[in-house]
């Protein structure tokens, strides 16, 4: 079984939770029983997290050999030059070494996406803008990494595809089975 499911934003990718006060989890959202995160989303990342039973998928999905592609909507902070998109394109140096290259795309008009709780904070002297970000790897917070070291920190971060599979539509907290 495969699930497609909008993660909301301060949701972790599990399903319990033993910080005080506890976090919200999966177990909020009225998932199948036996199935788990088949990769990670940060707990302030919103978007496309896939969900199993079945742990050859799982790894099939996750695995970087595999060069299923994830791609990103980042809100970043500032005006993305041509030289800051060429450096993410390029590949970027991060404290655990190079990234691989990224397809990097600004994303004009802005997407039109479902509020946030909490809103991103709005400056009306720092202007923003919209990239999609697709990568071949996944490092611990890879693409707020990687868009602070272009001077672009991230605002927003919404992951709309892994592969094949897309959000298609579906609301933060809502989720469908894939045949």
């Known amino acids: 079984m495969l699930i497609a499911f909008n993660k909301p934003f301060n949701v972790l990718c599990q399903f319990t ?15 199948p ?4 995160a088949a990769g990670r ?14 742990g050859g998928l799982a790894h099939a999905l996750t695995d970087p050999r595999h060069k299923a592609d994830k ?11 041509d030289a800051q998109l060429q450096a993410l394109r390029a590949g970027v140096q991060l ?23 909490p809103p991103v904070r709005f400056r009306k002297t720092v202007p923003d803008a919209w990239l999609a970000i697709t990568l071949r790897e996944g490092r611990n917070r890879q693409v707020r990494r ?10 927003r971060l919404v992951r709309v595809a892994m592969g094949a599979h897309a ?13």
């Open 167 to 179: 959000l298609d539509g579906l609301q933060p907290g809502q989720w469908r089975r894939i045949d």
């Open 95 to 117: 404290n655990d070494g190079p990234t691989l290259p990224a397809g990097v795309e600004r994303l004009e008009p802005p997407p039109s996406l479902w509020p946030r709780t």
């Open 33 to 36: 029983p036996d199935v788990y």
């Open 71 to 81: 791609t990103y909507w980042v809100q970043v902070e500032g005006t993305a030059t």
């Open 41 to 54: 989303l940060d707990y302030d990342s919103e978007g496309l997290l896939l969900l199993t039973d079945d």
């Open 17 to 31: 939770d033993r910080s005080q006060p506890p976090r919200a989890t999966l177990a909020g959202f009225g998932l």
């Open 146 to 155: 990687m868009t602070a070291a272009v001077g672009l920190p991230t605002l």
